[in-house]
């Protein structure tokens, strides 16, 4: 859903498959979290989908 909702809005993003990435799943890991999604937005860290705090987000880094 996220990476859906990203896309329609014309936001670029990167996904990381943590299900075969070692190095993304420690990244996650290193940020407090062991379930997915979670979306990183400057310095927001959004877990789950959740378009309101994904739109808070992006209106504070445009």
């Known amino acids: 859903m ?3 909702y990203l896309s329609r809005k014309g936001i670029p993003f ?3 498959n943590v299900s075969i990435d070692l190095e ?3 990244r ?3 940020l407090g979290y062991r ?3 979670v979306t990183v937005i ?3 860290k959004i877990v ?3 378009p309101p705090n994904m739109d808070e987000a ?3 880094i445009s």
Do not use: C, M, N
């Open 48 to 50: 789950g989908y959740k």
């Open 24 to 26: 993304a799943r420690k």
């Open 28 to 30: 996650l890991i290193a």
């Open 58 to 60: 992006l209106a504070e």
């Open 2 to 4: 996220v990476k859906v």
């Open 42 to 44: 400057g310095d927001h």
């Open 14 to 16: 990167t996904e990381h």
């Open 35 to 37: 379930s997915t999604p």
